[in-house]
Every structure is written in structure tokens, then in C-alpha cells.
């Protein structure tokens, strides 16, 4: 298991410097946008929202996968020291991007006003043209970022979303405030991605760079991409059904939910949901590499182990942080928008069950697939997906609004979870700890309830209940993890090899993992 160990450390590593880019982009966004929701107010706010809806549609289109076939391939290559095969990833999928992307943003301009008139809403087809541009610039960063993804060299991806978040929100706030409204935002939103894209792809031409000269300097773009194209191919026709069934809900929610307001609501439930991102996006982002790496027959010990391990100690992270979101959603919205987003913390609430299936290896399953090349087998789950999606989400999003859509959302991920995981264990032999994933949920669900009640009980301002809560879900649910052997002492161990890569944050973590297993020597705990 040493080769797991230190996988397990380059991928902490990786993750951390993921997470402080993450955290820091969204507090810069968080604060703009709370601004823009004040200064926009909820219907124009939901107007916005809804002006995103077509050219993110479009983006859908520009991949077809070739961003994910560069973080295997360069991911693979980087692990058989092959440079001249990197160069190549790297060339063959800005090319890819640049070609398609500028296609898309075009297409997107002309259509406008059919896009406008299909969301109902005539009026925005000048804020979807000027938001056209995003399709080309987002193209550049994502490129960007798979490129730091698959040579796991995340702080560059955190500098290129930190000055992401900077200048746009830095735009969208001063335009807003000029008085230009949604034209403003959108105008904001737009130049801040293609200053991210250029960013981006300055960093990756200066990795590019720095890679040692290859033997041979011929760059082989054609059979490249034919490579990339035949991989992603499959993942990307999946990805796209699964984004286009996304973008089905918001266009049927804004054909059947007429009031701005609740979209506004929605919307910023779904802002408040990325506090659950922090945590588990650094997580799905590193494990593909991770998986990416290994050969299931010459190394199918250590992909057993990292697989289960994965599952483990991302749920004992996305779990508890979901509890403690969904527990105070109210007092935590109410902190910072008072009355004026009422819809929001039920909203929240809902929304962020989802991210307890990662107790279930949701974040794991996946990555594992993708990452020893089942992408096929992958796009087959995305269809049933979408096959279940459309009629549920029409169905329910009509008649329920809001309350539908994410219902929805609970529901058609489920199938090819649980299908996925069957998959893993007919064809690795490797499967779930059911028991730890259990006690994880129920340490989890402990703490967020007893939580719930107290801060319901209390008769106190918002800010005061919400410190009041976190503190108490942090002492109960440490309580309750030890005493059900949610955590052991193993763990502890565990978590101290992996945490030795993380520099400054080192003695922090490890005076905290010592103290927990001090606590449990004193209690006999095990």
C-alpha cells in the first residue's frame, strides 16, 4: 500500500492547493454576487440567472471530451515520463477548443433571439449575445485547467479561477453600480472569463515551456486528437446529455415558474451550495488522475485501496459539511439577506442532499470508470439518466416548480450510482465499506438534527444562532464519530501520513488528529 500512500499525498497536495483557489475565488464571487443581488434585486437577479441559461446550453457542445482525454493522457504520459506525447495533448486540445469554441460563440450570436423568444423572454437577446462570448472563453480555461489537472499542478488552476473571480466580479459590481443593470452583469461576466481564458492559457504555454526537451520534437497533433477524440468521444456524448437535461430544467422551470423572485431564490440556494463544493470538487478533480495512473491488473491492490479509501475519507468530509449546510441554512442565509430571500434555506436544504450519495462513493464511482477507460460503459449510465430525467423533470417541474426540479436531481442520479458501483465490483472485485459509510451518515444526521433544534429554539438574532450552531454540530458530531467508530485510530493514522505533505498546514492538522486520538485512548474507544 505504499504506492497508495504516497498517490494519496500527491492528490492531497493537489486537492489542498485546489481548495484555497476554490475557497478564495468563490468568497470574491460570494461577495460580488451578494452585492449584484442587492443591487439587482430578485427579479432582475432571476432575469440574469436566465440570460446564462443558452450560451451555457451551447458550451455544452464545444468539448466533445477532448478536456477530459487530456487529463488521462497527460495524467498517463506524465507518469511514463513520455514529454514529447504531453507537448502533444497539450497543442492537439487548445487547438480543439479555439476551432470549435469560436464556431459555437458565433452560432450563439446569430441565434439569439430565437434562444430569448424560447426562454420566453424576448427582451434578453442582447444580454444572450454579449454572454455569446463565454463559449470561446470558457473553452480557453477549461483547456487550461485540464492541463494543471493532469500534471497535478493545481496552483496554477487556482491562480487562473482566483483572477477569474477578481475581475469579473470587479466588473459586474462597478458596472452594476454605474446603473447598466443586467446589461452590466452580463457585460462583467463575459470579459472576466475571456481574461481568465487568456490568463490560462499563459500559464499553460509556460508549463508547456518548462517541460524537459523531448528526444524527438515531432508533434504528432492529428493522431493525437484521433487518440483524445475516440476516448473522449463516448464520455462526451454522456456529458452532454447530462448537461443538456440540466439545461432542460432551467428552461422548463422558467416556462412554468413565471415569478422571477423564486427563480431568484433558487438561484441563490444554489450559490450557497458551493460551500459543499470546497469540499468536494477538490476531491472528484484529483481522484481522475489518481485513477488515471494505475493498471488494474499489475496494480489492482493499490486501486482497491485507493478506491476505498477515497470513498471513506471524502464522505468524512462532504457529509458532515452537508449536515451542518442543510441544518443551518436558515440562520446562514437570514445572516446576510435578512427577510428578503425567504424560499432560499429550504432551497439550500434540498439541494444539498445530493452531496450525501458521496457516502455511497458518488465522487469516487465515476472517476474510477473514466479513469481506466470505460468511457463507453460511462456514456451508456449518462443515457439512462437523461432517459429517466426528461419525462420525471417535465413532470414534476411543472407541477411543482422549484420543489420539482430538485427533486428530480435526487432522483435520476441514483440509478447509475448504484449501477456504476455493480460495475466496479464485477469488474475489479473491489466494493464499498457499507459500515462505514452507515456510521458516517449517522454521526452525520445526529449532529445536523440535534443542531437543528437548538438553533430553531433559540430565540436569538441570526449571526448569534449560526455561530451557535456550527460550534455545537463541531462538538457533537467529533462525539458522536468517535463513540460509533466512525473514526478509529487507524484513521487517525492514516490522516497524519497523508496530511505531511500539506506544508504550513502540517502542525495545525496534526495537533487536531492527536488530540482526537488522545480522546479516544482516554475513553477506550477501542
Given at each position: 500500500m505504499s504506492k497508495a500512500a504516497e498517490m494519496a499525498k500527491v492528490s492531497v497536495k493537489g486537492g489542498f492547493h485546489l481548495?484555497?483557489?476554490?475557497?478564495?475565488?468563490?468568497?470574491?464571487?460570494?461577495?460580488?454576487?451578494?452585492?449584484?443581488?442587492?443591487?439587482?434585486?430578485?427579479?432582475?437577479?432571476?432575469?440574469?440567472?436566465?440570460?446564462?441559461?443558452?450560451?451555457?446550453?451551447?458550451?455544452v457542445f464545444r468539448d466533445w471530451g477532448i478536456n477530459t482525454a487530456m487529463v488521462r493522457y497527460s495524467a498517463q504520459y506524465n507518469s511514463e515520463k513520455d514529454v514529447a506525447k504531453i507537448r502533444s495533448v497539450f497543442l492537439s486540445g487548445l487547438a480543439f477548443e479555439v476551432i470549435l469554441g469560436s464556431s459555437l460563440s458565433l452560432l450563439c450570436f446569430v441565434l439569439s433571439p430565437f434562444l430569448a423568444a424560447t426562454l420566453h423572454r424576448p427582451a434578453i437577446a442582447p444580454l444572450i449575445q454579449i454572454l455569446s462570448l463565454f463559449i470561446l472563453t470558457g473553452g480557453l480555461v477549461n483547456t487550461a485547467s485540464a492541463a494543471f489537472t493532469g500534471l497535478e499542478t493545481m496552483h496554477l488552476y487556482s491562480v487562473t479561477l482566483i483572477i477569474q473571480s477578481l475581475v469579473k466580479t470587479g466588473l459586474i459590481v462597478g458596472l452594476v453600480a454605474l446603473g447598466l443593470g443586467t446589461v452590466g452583469a452580463v457585460t462583467g461576466y463575459s470579459v472576466g472569463v475571456l481574461i481568465a481564458g487568456l490568463t490560462g492559457v499563459f500559464l499553460m504555454w509556460t508549463m508547456y515551456k518548462s517541460l524537459p526537451q523531448p528526444a524527438s520534437s515531432k508533434l504528432e497533433m492529428l493522431g493525437t486528437i484521433k487518440t483524445m477524440f475516440t476516448y473522449g468521444l463516448p464520455f462526451s456524448i454522456g456529458s452532454i446529455l447530462t448537461a443538456f437535461l440540466t439545461q432542460f430544467y432551467t428552461i422548463i422551470l422558467a416556462i412554468y415558474v413565471?415569478?422571477?423572485?423564486?427563480?431568484?431564490?433558487?438561484?441563490?440556494?444554489?450559490?450557497?451550495?458551493?460551500?459543499?463544493?470546497?469540499?468536494?470538487?477538490?476531491?472528484?478533480?484529483?481522484?481522475?488522475?489518481?485513477?488515471?495512473k494505475l493498471d488494474p491488473q499489475r496494480d489492482n491492490e493499490t486501486l482497491k485501496g485507493v478506491f476505498q479509501y477515497s470513498v471513506k475519507y471524502a464522505a468524512l468530509v462532504v457529509v458532515p459539511v452537508t449536515a451542518i449546510v442543510m441544518a443551518l441554512a436558515q440562520p446562514g442565509i437570514g445572516t446576510i439577506f435578512g427577510n428578503a430571500y425567504?424560499?432560499?434555506?429550504?432551497?439550500?436544504?434540498?439541494?444539498?442532499?445530493?452531496?450525501?450519495?458521496?457516502?455511497?462513493?458518488?465522487?469516487?464511482?465515476?472517476?474510477?470508470?473514466?479513469?481506466?477507460?470505460?468511457?463507453?460503459?460511462?456514456?451508456?449510465?449518462?443515457?439512462l439518466t437523461v432517459a429517466i430525467g426528461f419525462p420525471l423533470s417535465f413532470l414534476l417541474i411543472s407541477n411543482f416548480g422549484v420543489i420539482g426540479l430538485i427533486t428530480t436531481s435526487l432522483i435520476v442520479s441514483l440509478p447509475s450510482l448504484f449501477l456504476s458501483l455493480?460495475?466496479?465490483?464485477?469488474?475489479?472485485?473491489?466494493?464499498?465499506?457499507?459500515?462505514?459509510?452507515?456510521?458516517?451518515?449517522?454521526?452525520?444526521?445526529?449532529?445536523?438534527?440535534?443542531?437543528?433544534?437548538?438553533?430553531?429554539?433559540?430565540?436569538?438574532?441570526d449571526p448569534i444562532r449560526l455561530v451557535i450552531g456550527i460550534i455545537a454540530f463541531c462538538v457533537i458530531f467529533v462525539v458522536a464519530a468517535l463513540f460509533t467508530g466512525t473514526v478509529k485510530r487507524a484513521d487517525l493514522g492514516n490522516m497524519k501520513e497523508i496530511t505531511n505533505s500539506l506544508g504550513p498546514l502540517r502542525g495545525p492538522l496534526r495537533s487536531l488528529l492527536d488530540f482526537l486520538d488522545k480522546l479516544i485512548a482516554v475513553f477506550h474507544l477501542e
Open positions: 481548495l484555497w483557489g476554490l475557497v478564495t475565488s468563490t468568497m470574491i464571487s460570494a461577495v460580488g454576487t451578494i452585492v449584484i443581488a442587492k443591487l439587482l434585486g430578485a427579479s432582475n437577479y432571476g432575469l440574469y440567472s436566465v440570460a446564462l441559461t443558452a450560451p451555457t446550453l451551447i458550451s413565471t415569478n422571477n423572485a423564486v427563480i431568484g431564490n433558487y438561484s441563490l440556494a444554489v450559490l450557497f451550495s458551493v460551500l459543499i463544493t470546497f469540499f468536494a470538487t477538490p476531491v472528484t478533480t484529483m481522484l481522475f488522475p489518481a485513477f488515471s425567504t424560499e432560499a434555506p429550504l432551497f439550500l436544504a434540498l439541494l444539498s442532499v445530493t452531496y450525501l450519495y458521496s457516502s455511497f462513493g458518488s465522487l469516487s464511482a465515476g472517476n474510477l470508470i473514466i479513469g481506466q477507460g470505460f468511457t463507453t460503459y460511462n456514456m451508456w449510465l449518462s443515457i455493480r460495475f466496479i465490483k464485477n469488474r475489479f472485485e473491489i466494493s464499498l465499506d457499507w459500515v462505514s459509510s452507515a456510521k458516517i451518515l449517522f454521526s452525520s444526521a445526529i449532529a445536523g438534527i440535534l443542531t437543528y433544534i437548538l438553533t430553531f429554539e433559540i430565540a436569538f438574532p
